[in-house]
């Protein structure tokens, strides 16, 4: 298969779509982007690696980094976890606080915003620096040692974070959350002010392709482990539009309103596209219609 094409022909395919959506201006930091960027990367379980676009331009990974806090909260926490957060789809938007109230303030899933929260603060009293094991996590997997937070867009987040905020009380009222509210949203904007590129995305995700598998070889997450964060990943990890995300690339995802989206191919390898202009659940237009282009010319896909 010769992907570098197929992966030129995918940045093709979303070029018509570069600019469409709109770029997240929730957090003012983030609105600075540049519309028309667009990266794309493939890492494969071999361990070649393809890119095309901006692949190697560092961007806001957002709600990217929320699949690299469950994939560290689960190892000693997992049984845990599950009690405190569902993986239900939730079908509301990501920042919605709706179903807090008549679920007694167990999320839906690990991936809406409100469940990200619960799960930063399992890991968080793992290992007493939440947002610092998802930083060192990613530096470690792609051997970028400056992939860092980015201060401007955390503090951004945070002044403008009344939701997430209320989120926060909110479950904390019911007794989920162990940490301090204020720290768990400080490492929660921490970990999603993280700044990646695609290429440092397909690599961090590989352990995903591989079934548990950390790039030297370890293991962080068991087989099963591993086969249920994709299962989540593919109900829930473009949030109410999950089930056309499923239905268009037919792989595990998880978006951020940076406009990254980082799919898994269990068993093959990882793709990450990243393109700024987001439809209104908040996944990127460019990033999706790429995918998509690969998965189609490439039959690549879990179904
Ligand atoms: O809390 C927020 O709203 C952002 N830090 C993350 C949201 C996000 O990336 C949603 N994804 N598409």
């Known amino acids: 298969m010769n992907y570098q094409q197929i992966l030129h022909d995918a940045m093709e395919a979303a070029r018509p779509v570069l600019g469409h959506g709109r770029v997240a201006d929730y957090i003012p930091a983030l609105a600075a982007v540049d519309p028309q960027a667009f990266g794309m990367a493939l890492a494969t379980n071999d361990g070649e690696f393809y890119g095309v676009g901006d692949h190697d331009t560092p961007f806001s990974i957002q709600s990217v980094s929320k699949l690299f806090t469950l994939a560290l909260a689960l190892p000693e926490g997992g049984v845990g ?25 167990i999320p839906r899933n690990p991936f809406i ?10 890991l968080h009293s793992l290992t007493g620096d939440a947002s610092g094991a998802v930083r060192d996590f990613l530096r470690a997997e ?16 945070s002044e403008h974070g009344l939701r997430n905020a209320a989120l926060a ?11 301090p509210v204020e720290t768990v949203l400080e490492h929660y904007y921490a970990h999603c002010a993280l700044r990646a590129s695609c290429r440092d995305l397909a690599l961090a995700g590989g ?24 299962a989540v990943m593919l ?22 309103v940076g406009g990254a989206i980082l ?30 282009h690969f998965t189609t010319a490439t039959g690549c896909s879990v179904f």
Do not use: M
């Open 81 to 105: 976890l599950w009690k405190r957060v569902g993986r239900e789809p939730s079908g509301n938007p990501f920042n919605s606080l709706i179903q807090l109230e008549t679920e007694h303030g």
């Open 113 to 122: 915003n409100a469940g990200a929260i619960v799960v930063t603060d399992v």
């Open 142 to 157: 792609s051997g970028n040692p400056l992939i860092d937070t980015d201060p401007e867009v955390a503090a951004s987040e």
């Open 169 to 179: 009380n909110f479950i904390a009222s019911f007794g989920n959350l162990e940490n």
């Open 207 to 230: 352990f995903l392709a591989r079934h548990g598998l950390r790039a030297d070889g370890t293991r962080l997450l068991t087989r099963s482990d591993a086969k249920r964060v994709n």
């Open 235 to 256: 109900t829930c990890g473009t949030y109410d539009a999950a089930g056309d995300f499923a239905y268009r690339v037919g792989l595990p995802g998880k978006s951020g």
């Open 263 to 292: 799919a898994i191919i269990p068993g093959v390898g990882t793709l990450c596209a990243w393109s700024p202009g987001l439809d209104t659940a908040g996944n990127s237009v460019g990033a999706a219609v790429a995918l998509d």
